[in-house]
């Protein structure tokens, strides 16, 4: 079919053009740049930029604030692969095999409905819940005769940040069951029925069928939750901005807080260039291990 | 990760089992709880914002005595009604240039021989990988130069920037498996591929746009790094900054933000509930690739 | 499969559209109309005034003499909260009438959120015309990048001469002035007299008569001082007062300055050592997790016996500010007392004026440096006294008649003062600020000592020498 001149497959071009460009400019060039302006020193107020080489990337190796971001942003990760992608699974799984009908949906909406609601709202919501005095989570041990649990949960070091992790499974969770379910309605009854006449248990069913099939939105799913565990900012930044003491700072906050408060601006990108690199790896980690493993059924 | 759905050691006869149901009845209760510790957040925030300053302090769990709806008057005068439409205006904006930019690339990717088309696809495809927050020092330096700081087009254009990859894989995935029948029936009589595009491919793909256009809209209108950062002028500022700036402003008057929060979660909860099978559907359809 | 060949709009956002629709139409019909913002510009119409209440005194207009001024420009408060807003607005309106071809356009932020907006708008080279700044090295980093203009001779003659000048000592640089002051204030320790009364205390004179008073109040089981840390900044409070009773003046100044600071004298720990007793005796745990708003909130529910604040909040604690009358008639306040054998400046009072700096680069000098004037005349400074019970750097402006007494009180005892010490967090390199508050932070939860938090001051401060 080569009915097309040269010049209509050049002019093809044009149908990619507004993605291909916007996408160069405002996604690409960032990641470039980024690199650039890391090695140099500068912020809002200096009125030029100040050369230091790798300057930045040392002092990001010495800073124990950037340590901890990460650490914050792995613990983000496993919580949010055990919570959301596993427990999303066996969520789906019991939602799936048990519940039918109109119940089957109501249960699943009232699951999902936190993840369409703001990040902003949910953290705002949770400071307040999250309050040592008046909140819902102090008052509950309380009730629950379990005073001495009480914890100012966002102003204490130990605690600033999984309380927040908490507060995104919350969200989360449903997010990834609906997902799962998605893929479980795919799989043919008729696998489940063999298996139960055959004497499985639904939780044989579940090990040997389920989890099988559904790998390729495992593995969706988990890049989702790692990927998103890594570039969080939103939640933290509303509910702690970091603190106290720079505790629950991620690197995207820190990042933040870098640029535009401690006017370091050079070296919030190289922050930048880090979580870029991290989240990049892991991506294609992940891809990588799913390579070609699609089952057949 | 033993699936603690039901009693083992049993043979499961099919059908309906009655040894089973105590594990049936636990599971039930499990989600129950789990529903309930899912949506009692949600309750607490709207009933707070009936609430009085005082009542919010004396007695958190207790429902207000009177139901004040002037605190949400008062929210929506002092600035929901004006972030809400900002948001409004934006997420509408780049649900139609993402859709738009997206199918066309999609198309042009899956029907048309276009040059470079491998690496065009990856180019897309891997922008995934890149996340706004990364981007975001160079990005400030760059919306500057281009004069549309403080505007809606910066944020605008960002979005749609940053979501074109996730949907073209959602639209490309579905239309790779969309029967080309009727498209070449159309070429035969004589269609360009323009009108090809608008005219039957653009139908036929009419679950996964809406699905995507839901997603799009999620997206932006909950979006907070560049809504933050690009967006001085308070008459400007979308939803989710707007309400930070809210809490920053009425540090007295909780139940006012409480008001705000429950008026701001609403949309977007009565937009899914609404498009709710339209977006599962097209979720469906598009993963199942 | 659907077979509809409608166009490509999705249902969905059709029910957007309409849910919009809804919502703005039950919206119109009871409240102020919202002024719709305009697609794509950069210069939207002012905020809306919301409720604004009346004017106690309406501002008299002063008209400026000159030719007549054209243009807008932007104008950057921190003053975003209800209670406040509405009196710039009215001024800026007044403004605005006097001069029909003028517009000014307000941007009004947090305190919280001007922090990091100033520095977006610094680093996109959008900084307002007129724009809020601290007093301290905050503002003399606008000075040293060349983002703040020069008022030196802008500021002369009579308006020069209606300002207290130590007001205008706080935004002077080498000699040279660069911000006009809107607000006075100082920080002092309200207290609730009939707690005090019933409980045998008396006003306390040291540092440790305070903590004394504490344990009594403790032991009754009423919290001694209301206290919440959540932006760490009252915290900081704390230390601006601490600080000078310890360290002598001439030591503090040269470690305040980012060039000369070293932090060595001991005193620095002796004071830290200070709070890290107030905090264990006297301050309410968890504090972190606490605003400073919801410990006012349980201090005016006379729940504690004490509450640190700022004279600017004093107005809440009137029943005109909207306090119940048996509270508004029953707060007292003191400055808070040094040590019995302080080591530093006794007649130090922590305080600083707030105000505001010009961009050099504005298009509308002769506009901006007008309106500054115009905000700062009697009448305005009267208006601001009365309004919203701030204390006005404008002489003359917070008599008997139009404020309450505790404002009187502190206007004379400013004027005693023998130096003002400004915040610890805006007068100290960015740094050294961060060390205090972090540091601060993990001294209230435990988790550093003050010794450890004197050893990060001193390496932030050996940093911040070298990167002057």
Known sequence: ?????????????????????????????????????????????????????????????????????????????????????????????????????????????????PAVISLTITGLLFQFIYNPQIGLLNQLLSGLRLDALQHSWLGESATAIWSIIAMSQWQSIGYVMVLFIVAM?????????????????????????TVPLVREMTVLAMIITVSGAFLVFNEVQVMTAGGPNNSSHTLGTWLYKSAFFNDQMGYAAAIAVVIFLITVTAAIFQLFLNRGKVVQY | MAGNVARPHRPESPG?????????????????????????PLVWMTLNGFKSNAELFGDAWGLPTTWRWENFAKAWNLGVVRYLLNSVIVTGASVVTTILFSSLAAYALTRLRIPFAGAITVLLLGGMMLAPTVALIPLFRLIQALHIFDTYWALIILYTAFRIPFTVFLIRAYMITLSREMEDAAIVDGASRWQVFWLVVMPLCRPIIVSASLLQALFAWNEFVFALVFISDTNLKTLPVGLLAMQGRVLSDWPVLFAALTMAAIPMIVLFLLGQRQFIRGLSEGFGK | M???????????????????????????????????????????????????????????PNPSPAAELEGTITFLHKYSDPRYAPYFESVVAAYMAAHPKVTIQIQAESDQGVKDKLRVLAASKQLPDIYFSWAGDFSKKFVRGGLAKDLTGDITGAWKDSFVPAALDAYTYDGKLYGVPITLDAKYMAYNKKLFADNGVAVPTTLEELLTACDTFKAKKIEPIAFGNQYGWPAIHYLTQLNPYFVPAATMATDYDPATGAFTDPGYLNSLQAFADINTRCLTKGSNGISHEAAQAQFLAGKSAMHYIEAVEFFAFTEKGGAPADFANNWDFFKLPAPASPAGD??????????????????????????????????????????????????????????FAQNVTVVQDIAKAKAMAIWLDTVTQIDVANAYLNGLQAMLDGTKTPAQVVADIQAAAAKAKTEN
Not at chain 3, 43 to 56: G, I, M, Q, R
Not at chain 3, 355 to 360: K, S
């Open chain 1, 185 to 209: 309605q795919r799989i043919p009854r008729e696998l489940y029925e063999a298996a139960y006449i055959d004497g499985a248990t639904r939780a044989q069913a579940f090990r040997r069928i």
């Open chain 3, 346 to 403: 006794v007649g130090t009072l922590e305080g600083a004026p707030d105000g505001f700096l010009v961009n050099p680069g504005s298009q509308h000098l002769d506009i901006a440096i007008d309106f500054l004037k115009f905000l700062t005349n009697a009448d305005n400074a009267k208006k601001l006294v009365a309004d919203l019970g701030w204390l006005s750097p404008v002489q003359g402006s917070a008599t008997a008649d139009d404020t």
């Open chain 3, 2 to 60: 659907r077979t509809t060949t409608r166009a490509t709009r999705p249902i969905s956002r059709f029910f957007a559209l309409a849910m919009t629709a809804g919502l703005v139409l039950a919206a119109c019909s009871g409240s102020a109309t919202p002024t719709p913002t305009a697609v794509p510009t950069a210069a939207p119409s002012p905020s809306v005034a919301a409720a604004s209440t009346e004017p106690a005194a309406s501002p008299s």
């Open chain 2, 16 to 40: 309906r089992a009655v040894t089973g149901s105590i594990g049936r009845v636990i599971a039930y209760v499990v989600l129950v709880v789990f529903a309930v510790a899912i949506i009692y």
């Open chain 1, 1 to 113: 079919m080569s009915q097309t001149s040269r010049l209509g497959r050049w002019s093809m071009l044009l149908w990619v053009a507004p993605a291909v460009v916007l996408l160069a400019v405002f996604v690409y060039y960032p990641v470039v740049d980024n690199v650039f302006l890391s090695l140099y020193r500068w912020n809002a107020f200096s009125p030029k930029e100040v050369w230091v080489g790798l300057d930045n990337y040392v002092n990001l190796a010495a800073d124990p604030v950037f340590w901890s971001a990460l650490f914050n942003n792995v613990a983000y990760a496993v919580v949010s692969v055990i919570f959301q992608v596993g427990g999303g699974l066996i969520l789906a799984a019991v939602l799936e095999e048990l519940v039918h009908g109109r119940w089957k949906g109501l249960f699943r909406t009232v699951y999902f409905i």
